[in-house]
């Protein structure tokens, strides 16, 4: 089995559990028979952009991609707000308002550091046990709290008649979609989103990502291997920690090691070139968060 990471460029229209099945068929034309694959962030299918894809032993590092931060490219739309926030809902607020490109520019700052968000009705989120879009859908009113999110940067990057198209990077659970409904209403109008397109997740980038097109192009070609990152690039932001052969031995079997003179923090416990943990330290004791079977 392959290990690691396929980073993949999400067209529009599609959503992510159709392209980790497109993963693995592609595994299992290039002779893998029981693939272990997992995404990294859900994506909807009205969004594109980077959705990672975990192979093997790097679906035990897909929960950390839901945690990671994200930047998206967007457009607001001013004059309508739709049920959806996007441009599948049906209309439900208009307004004669347009706000200039300077308007926007005046007001993103108050868009940027910590704030608080309201959800999306049609969102992924419980209510009762129920997911709120289910709800939304059935016709019921969705009341979802207020959450606090972090707006790292928020810059505005082209502006037309069509609407104002924003780059923001953001904490885990902010939604763009209300983000942008928000900002309508900040400058008296009403807005929702018409182009939503990812451009990184956690240490993923689109300068790695590839098109469905080329997965199956790879795939024909048995090439997947290529196009693999290793399992550790999940983990850029968490230092190496070498261990020798007996502490690694220690770790696999979910032991702790006493004594070690590491920092405290999270580590990945490396073997030679081989990870073989994400790892806690804490007080000289280092604990095993999640170990790898390679």
């Known amino acids: 089995m392959l290990h690691g990471w396929i980073i993949l460029d999400k067209p529009v229209g599609i959503g992510s559990t159709p392209c980790v099945g497109r993963v693995k068929r592609a595994l299992r034309e ?8 997992g995404h990294g962030g859900t994506l909807d299918p009205l ?22 931060t994200k930047a998206y490219d967007f457009t607001i739309a001013f004059g309508e707000e739709t049920t959806t926030l996007d441009t599948e809902g049906e209309v439900i607020v ?40 289910d709800l939304a859908r059935a016709g019921q009113e969705v ?48 807005g929702y989103v018409t182009m939503l397109r990812r451009t990184r997740a ?4 689109l300068s790695r990502a590839i098109s469905l097109d080329k997965l199956e192009e790879i795939s024909k070609a048995r090439a997947l291997d290529d196009e693999v990152l290793p399992l550790d690039a999940g983990l850029d932001d968490i230092p190496a920690l070498a261990v020798s052969p007996d502490e690694a031995r220690i770790l696999k ?17 490396m073997e030679g070139d081989t990870p073989i943990a994400l790892v806690e330290v804490e007080d000289g004791e280092v604990a095993v968060l999640r170990g790898f079977n390679l």
């Open 253 to 269: 079997h979910g032991q702790r090691l006493q004594g070690h003179p590491a920092p405290p923090g999270q580590h990945l416990a």
């Open 47 to 68: 969004a594109s952009g980077v959705l990672p894809i975990a192979l093997g032993e790097a679906t035990k590092l897909a929960g950390r991609m839901l945690d990671a």
């Open 143 to 190: 009341d979802l709290q207020s959450r606090t999110v972090t707006i790292h940067s928020l810059a505005l990057t082209h502006f037309d008649e069509a609407g104002a198209t924003l780059s923001a990077t953001v904490s885990k659970g902010t939604y763009i979609r209300s983000l942008a409904r928000d900002i309508a209403r900040a400058l008296g109008s009403c």
């Open 94 to 133: 208009t307004s004669e308002v347009r706000p200039s490109e300077q308007d926007v520019l005046d007001i993103l700052p108050g868009f940027t550091g910590t704030i608080e968000q309201i959800p999306p009705a049609f969102s992924a989120l419980k209510v009762d046990g129920k997911r709120a879009y």
């Open 30 to 37: 290039q002779g893998f028979k029981k693939p272990k694959v």
């Open 202 to 205: 956690g240490p993923f980038d």
